[in-house]
């Protein structure tokens, strides 16, 4: 009986589509540069978004064109993979992801993940959009003069 009833939960649990639960850990600029792999001011050179293998997501592959490396150096062109996209008439967001348009210019602080493929460091604080002289974050508190964030990158202990 009781395993009954733990089958009904498990199932009806999986069945909830509620809103869930994002958890990201807040970092301050010098966390980010300390623990990031890479950072780079990038334009962003494409935005191809597609079905993941299981159908049930889409994700999207964020070409970047490196013009300044300001942690360690790689390759000039990265490409990045953030879950959400649009693919047809569907569109998949997900919560605490950045956003990138074509053509934009980029700081991006990049990690190297399990499968050693990088990805943005913070998830929405890994990525600023560089407009004018300021750096502009998704999150609008941590928008800031580019001066000042690349000041602070370059002086943090990495």
Known sequence: M???????LLVLGSLYTGPG????????????????DRIVVAAVADLESAWAPDGLTIYTDVT???EQDLKNSGASTITVRIPGGTVGDLSMVESDTPTFELGERVVAFLKTDDQKELMIWG??????????????????QLSRPLADLLETITTADH
């Open 64 to 66: 970047l064109q490196v």
């Open 2 to 8: 009781k395993r009954n009833i733990l089958a009904i």
């Open 21 to 36: 639960l994002a958890l990201v850990i807040e970092k301050d600029v010098t966390q980010l540069s300390n623990e990031a």
């Open 123 to 140: 998830w929405y604080q890994g990525k600023y959009s560089v407009i004018g002289d300021r750096a502009e974050n998704d999150d609008p």
